[in-house]
């Protein structure tokens, strides 16, 4: 009752400026509106279609997909736009990629609106907002959303309301589960605040819950969570200013059974607070933030847990800007609750350099062991995989302890006939946690040439990785070539990208990569191209290999596309 209630309240003050809004615009200033504001129509639609062909290995992916995708906007002054997206793809039950196929709880296919009028959007469709990083935190939904926001100061706010996630059913192969199964999943949030001047004050909610299970086959117990944060950012003096934020999760078991209970599956909370002093030439910032274990959210794909953070930043601009300095320190530890048999703890340091030291020259440096997450898989992760759904979910946790890094980069000038770039890389990461050691090498240089005149482009590099742990130890080393080509009558341009990578393991060479990219594209105007791709992968085994790596394969994929753009302006 009380959630209710609340929405209730929180829609009456937004809609209410929606409805001050319309009462402004009678018939005859409505007319004398569209008489005068200029309309102006934007769209762009993009349709790829791709032939997959393996040779001496099993097919990965399905052999001919379709990839659709576009957006129009119409806008009436500055007042009305309406604009629209959508993306659509053949891909049915696959097990060949983690995010295609109709049996995953988010799919590709979706189509969004969010039509504007003035300071209100209206989100139909498949979208994602962002409320806080403790409630609403970009979680896509199909559904309803609404938000105001004011020109200046004064109350704003949003709403979402929608499935988070859809019913999957499992898919067995010879008794083994080959996707991941799931809830529906529904959900309700909003968020309102107050702004004057630098002052903001902010509340969001998220109530979502688990439906009952109604397979047989499907044996998930549903589960309901309520969150929510209350923060504040408040300016303290001259260039000083402040913010604290607390949020809550609540998860209970939604199953009704017998066992089930009214208190709360898990219980957590988090905190956050710093203040910031902003110069000419220097920013300084304390910041402290914990966030108890398991906390999550539905709202949210991942969260870091489990941690409390003291830290000092300081940034200094020198010599006329060309000069940076960043430099965080601080204290990170876990197992706040005390229930882990480890604890670990470190200091932690942050510190970077950046220096324009003229036109033609730059150069950074930079150190981190703080602990760094990544949330996304490699390009082609999903070839690498051995079943499609190794990696169904795209966001990869790997934490590094250590990271020192180093590049540099030499121009020629500006006004040059021909420009010559000059760049390298070099890096180091590593993890010394108890529960692991391992660390990787990786070092680049790249030189790039563009001679105007005869509207060519070319490029070499080389790169070297070497990655080890206790039980592997690979070194992946090779050239890479980049040649480019534009002809004018027609206007054409001509890419072609090949690289070439030996992969040496535990000390035995085992086998090389080597990748192609072709590229071939017509522009019928600045904004109309369409363009035919030429992609392979051979993958060569050598003869003392294994026996089960001692196959060659090549893959290859065609792909043909069409690339449209409208933009019109009408003015009666």
Same mark, same amino acid.
């Given at each position: 009752?009380?959630?209710y209630?609340?929405?209730f ?8 400026g929606l ?15 569209l ?6 129509i934007?769209?762009g639609f993009n ?10 290995i099993d097919?990965r992916?399905s052999k001919?997909?379709y990839?659709?995708?576009g957006?129009s906007s119409i ?5 009305f736009?309406?604009?629209?997206s959508f993306?659509?793809t ?8 983690q ?9 590709f296919?979706?189509?969004s609106?969010k039509?504007?009028f003035?300071?209100?959007t ?7 907002l962002?409320?806080?990083?403790y409630?609403?935190?970009?979680h ?6 609404y938000?105001?926001?004011p020109k200046?100061?004064?109350i704003?706010?949003?709403i ?5 996630l859809?019913?999957v059913d499992?898919i067995y ?6 996707n991941?199964?799931?809830l529906e999943r ?5 968020k309102i605040?107050?702004?004057k001047?630098?002052?903001?004050y902010?509340f ?9 299970n ?6 998930l117990?549903?589960y309901?969570n309520i969150?929510f944060?209350v923060?504040?950012?408040?300016p ?11 949020g809550?999760s ?6 009704k059974?017998e066992?089930?209970?009214k208190s709360p599956?898990i219980?957590?909370n988090?905190?956050?607070?710093d203040?910031?002093y902003?110069g000419k030439?220097?920013?300084y ?10 906390f999550k959210?539905?709202g ?7 941690l ?5 930043s #300081? ?5 006329d800007? &060309?000069l940076? +300095?960043?430099?965080k320190?601080?204290?990170q530890? /876990? @197992?706040?609750n005390n229930q882990s048999?480890?604890k670990n703890g470190?200091w932690?340091?942050?510190l ?5 030291l003229?036109?033609?020259?730059n150069?950074?440096?930079n150190y981190s062991?703080?602990s760094?997450?990544?949330n996304?898989n ?6 690498k ?9 795209t966001i990869?946790?790997?934490q590094i302890?250590g990271?020192?890094?180093l590049?540099f980069?030499? #121009?020629?000038?500006?006004d040059?006939?021909? &420009?010559?770039? +000059?760049?390298?890389e070099?890096?180091?990461q590593? /993890? @010394?946690?108890?529960?692991?050691q391992s660390?990787v090498n990786?070092g680049?240089i790249?030189l790039?040439i ?13 790169t070297?990785t070497h990655t080890?742990?206790a ?10 070539v980049?040649?480019m080509?534009?002809?004018k009558k027609?206007?054409?341009?001509i890419s072609?990208?090949?690289?070439w990578?030996?992969n040496?393991e535990?000390?035995l060479q085992r086998?090389?990569l080597m990748?192609?990219?072709l590229n071939?594209?017509c522009?019928?105007?600045?904004? /109309? ?12 085994a050598?003869?003392?290999n294994i026996?089960e790596?001692?196959?060659n394969?090549?893959e290859?994929?065609f792909?043909?596309?069409l690339?449209?753009?409208?933009n019109?302006s009408?003015?009666k």
């Amino acid at each position: 009752m009380k959630k209710y209630l609340i929405l209730f309240i929180f829609k009456f003050f937004a809609f209410q400026g929606l409805a001050q809004d319309i009462q402004k615009l009678n018939l005859k200033s409505l007319k004398e509106f569209l008489k005068s504001s200029p309309i102006s129509i934007k769209s762009g639609f993009n349709i790829e279609g791709k032939y997959y062909l393996p040779i001496g290995i099993d097919p990965r992916q399905s052999k001919f997909q379709y990839f659709a995708n576009g957006f129009s906007s119409i806008t009436l002054g500055k007042a009305f736009k309406v604009p629209v997206s959508f993306s659509l793809t053949n891909q049915g039950i696959s097990l060949f990629h983690q995010f295609y196929g109709k049996d995953i709880a988010q799919r590709f296919n979706r189509i969004s609106l969010k039509p504007t009028f003035k300071n209100h959007t209206l989100y139909l469709g498949t979208n994602a907002l962002n409320f806080s990083n403790y409630s609403l935190a970009g979680h896509r939904f199909d559904g309803l959303g609404y938000e105001y926001k004011p020109k200046n100061n004064g109350i704003f706010g949003s709403i979402a309301w929608g499935r988070f996630l859809r019913k999957v059913d499992p898919i067995y192969e010879y008794e083994i589960l080959k996707n991941k199964p799931s809830l529906e999943r529904r959900g309700e949030a909003f968020k309102i605040g107050y702004k004057k001047n630098k002052a903001v004050y902010q509340f969001s909610m998220l109530i979502a819950k688990d439906l009952k299970n109604i397979s047989k086959d499907l044996d998930l117990t549903p589960y309901r969570n309520i969150a929510f944060d209350v923060s504040a950012e408040i300016p303290i003096a001259n260039k000083i200013g402040g913010k604290i934020t607390y949020g809550k999760s609540l998860i209970y078991d939604n199953s009704k059974s017998e066992f089930s209970s009214k208190s709360p599956v898990i219980n957590s909370n988090a905190y956050s607070a710093d203040i910031t002093y902003k110069g000419k030439n220097a920013d300084y910032g304390i910041e402290y933030s914990r966030v108890d274990p398991n906390f999550k959210t539905f709202g949210s794909y991942f969260f870091n847990n489990d941690l409390e953070t003291f830290a000092f930043s #300081n940034s200094l601009r020198l010599l006329d800007d &060309k000069l940076t +300095l960043i430099d965080k320190f601080g204290f990170q530890h /876990n @197992n706040l609750n005390n229930q882990s048999y480890q604890k670990n703890g470190n200091w932690v340091a942050d510190l970077g350099l950046v220096h324009n030291l003229n036109e033609q020259f730059n150069y950074h440096i930079n150190y981190s062991n703080f602990s760094n997450y990544s949330n996304f898989n490699s390009t082609y992760q999903f070839i690498k995989s051995y079943d499609g759904y190794a990696s169904l979910d795209t966001i990869n946790y790997h934490q590094i302890n250590g990271n020192i890094g180093l590049g540099f980069q030499i #121009n020629t000038r500006s006004d040059a006939r021909v &420009k010559k770039n +000059l760049s390298t890389e070099l890096m180091r990461q590593s /993890n @010394n946690s108890p529960q692991e050691q391992s660390y990787v090498n990786f070092g680049s240089i790249n030189l790039n040439i563009e001679a105007a005149k005869y509207n060519l482009n070319y490029g070499l590099g080389f790169t070297y990785t070497h990655t080890q742990n206790a039980d592997f130890d690979q070194t992946l080393y090779g050239p890479n070539v980049l040649i480019m080509k534009k002809i004018k009558k027609p206007k054409i341009l001509i890419s072609e990208n090949f690289s070439w990578n030996l992969n040496r393991e535990n000390q035995l060479q085992r086998k090389s990569l080597m990748m192609n990219y072709l590229n071939i594209q017509c522009n019928f105007s600045k904004s /109309n191209q369409a363009y035919f791709k030429y992609n392979t992968i051979i993958n060569k085994a050598y003869k003392y290999n294994i026996e089960e790596d001692n196959s060659n394969t090549l893959e290859s994929f065609f792909i043909l596309g069409l690339r449209l753009q409208i933009n019109k302006s009408l003015k009666k």
